[in-house]
């Protein structure tokens, strides 16, 4: 499998910065397989993400960034990063009894459409276990009792330390994280809900939405911040339903949005797609 890198830019519009940024790395050898750019209009700051073979490439992941820092970097205020593919994302996947998300992304990693490190599975219910020993992942019990969070809590950073982890997953995990570990894992926690919020909240959505008589359902994906469900959104998708739609077959229809939406939005993740531009993201597709 060829090996590349991918760089990601964030920094204020100006002219030259593609030149620039081509520029550098034609002059290290790279042969740019991918380049996508984009220009908020109403911040003025320009995104980028593009892609380069190494092979033939001149400059290591040791030497690049002080040399793109003080060639290009510096001269336009970037904040950028470097990624490169032969380090997958070590990720981990919370859950709780819903299992359609967690099931759908363990094949989607197993037939390799995912190019993750999944290295742990973390339920509060012990449902999950048979998928996971199913698929070889180490599996965590951690049960979420009566005045317990805290504690149990602390038992997933702990767990989520000892793995080094880069990304977490809620596949309908239904417990709210605190600030303290959402701020630990800053832009690196995607979770999916429905796409009823906020007129239908609460246990039962669906059902809600069924009485209501609503003719769109769909499902969101967003990175998680320390206001519940209002975090960036990295994907939606939103599916036509009639009169003729039972509730279960909203319920189904719903699931099946909420895997694709979370499928996708981990993968865009994973091969360095998104870039955040304030409470909205830059997905280059």
Known sequence: MRQSAILLINCPDAKGLV?????????????IL?????????????FMRIEWDVADFRLDPAAFP??????????????????????????????????????DLLYRHQTGELAADIRLIVSNHEDARRHAEFHGIPFEYVPVG??????????????????????????????VLSPEFVERYEGRVINVHHSFLP????????????????KLIGATAHYVTEILDDGPIIDQEVIRVSHRDQL?????????AERMVLSRAVRWHLEHRVLLCGRKTVVFE
């Not at 030149?19 to 042969?31: K, P, R």
């Open 199 to 214: 007129a239908f909240s609460g246990a039962k959505p669906y059902h809600a939405a069924f009485a209501r008589g609503v």
């Open 248 to 256: 279960e077959e909203l319920i189904q229809k719903g699931r099946d």
């Open 66 to 103: 002080a040399a793109f820092e003080s060639q290009v970097a510096r001269r336009f205020g970037m904040d950028w990063r470097v990624e490169y593919s032969q380090r997958p994302m070590r990720v981990a996947v919370f859950v709780s009894k819903y299992l359609h998300c967690l099931a």
């Open 19 to 31: 030149a620039s940024v081509s520029g550098f790395l034609y002059e290290h050898g790279a042969n």
């Open 34 to 46: 991918s380049a996508d750019e984009h220009r908020d209009d109403a911040s003025e700051r320009f």
């Open 146 to 175: 009566p005045g317990g969070k805290a504690e149990a809590e602390a038992r997933a950073l702990k767990l989520l330390d000892e793995q080094e982890i880069d990304l977490v997953v809620l596949a309908r995990y239904m417990q």
